[in-house]
């Protein structure tokens, strides 16, 4: 029954309380969002190749292209005009540069380091992130040495990665984010910036990274997929595992970590907020490869209306507490949000 016989409300509940009211008209609930997206919650990740004006579509990402570094800059500008505060780059080492131990990581004229460059030359407002792991550049697909027996090495990868940082913070990278996992590497890294010069180039470190399928279309894109020899269970965490992720955010963060991910993101939703509130660091989310071709190709099947998807998804990120988000979304997300 609505409302007391007598016509005085019920104390508590119903209809005093009618939380549709708070959702009448979009002013309303403009007013009482409680999580919002903007384009500077954004960083947009780019896959660079060799070449000039070249670009290559990536089939398991449609709408996703590989880019060479001209194009990059372009992208960077366009990133800049949007609001876009940073962009994440991954290059596609061609084939004959791929070796055991990726060696290429460490040359100051690779295609990562020449994309910084030139994108730090023509658009030095935005910021430019960097992983730091060898699956680029390894003829094996690992983010780390391997021993002949085919285990991956830790503190003889954490050397490499060290050498691989300097030289990405050389070419001017802002942000050095480990993807590779190993322990003790972002120590190592920080203690290596100090030494060097480097003492303002942030750590972002991937430091709940769980060794996941959605990362499949992304290993397609940087082409390691194809090479990769077994999976990589022994350095990514097991996707069972929710209090091993505040330990791993932790030990990153008393290492020099500056801002912490977690990745993937909309399946491991329950983590980031988990991560949050326990750290109270600045904490990032990344929308995986997989997750975008999830929203993507069921989008272009006619599934459901794929702006709204992009934008809710997003969303979601904001409400579980990440202050930002790596999504391939970030341009097409941005120009909705500043239309
Ligand atoms: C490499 C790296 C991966 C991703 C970012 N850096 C893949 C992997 O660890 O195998 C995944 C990103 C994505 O799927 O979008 N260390």
Known sequence: MIGSKNGSPATGGFPQTRLRRLRRTPWVRALV??????????????????GKSEKEPISSMPGVERLSVDLAVAAAREARDLGIP????????????RT???????NPENLVCRAVRAIKEAVPEIGILCDVALDPYTSHGHDGLLSEDGRILNDETVEVLIAQALVEAEA????????????????AIRGALEGNGHKDVLIMSYAAKYASAFYGPFREAVGSGGLLKGDKRTY????????EALREVALDLAEGADMVMVKPGLPYLDILRRVKEASGAPTFAYQVSGEYAMIEIAARAGAF????????????????????????????AARLLSA
Request: net charge negative.
């Open 236 to 243: 990514q965490m097991d996707p069972a595992n929710g209090d």
């Open 305 to 332: 209306d794929r702006d709204k998807a992009m934008l809710e998804s997003l969303l979601a990120f904001k409400r579980a507490g990440a202050d930002g988000i790596l999504t391939y979304f970030a341009r097409d």
């Open 172 to 187: 001017g990278c802002d942000i050095v984010a480990p993807s590779d996992m190993m322990d003790g590497r972002v120590g």
């Open 86 to 97: 940073c962009l994440a780059l991954f290059p596609n080492t061609p084939r004959e540069r």
């Open 100 to 106: 055991p131990r990726g060696e290429e990581a460490l």
């Open 33 to 50: 969002a409680e999580s919002r997206l903007a384009p500077a919650d954004l960083i947009w990740p780019l896959f660079v190749i060799e």
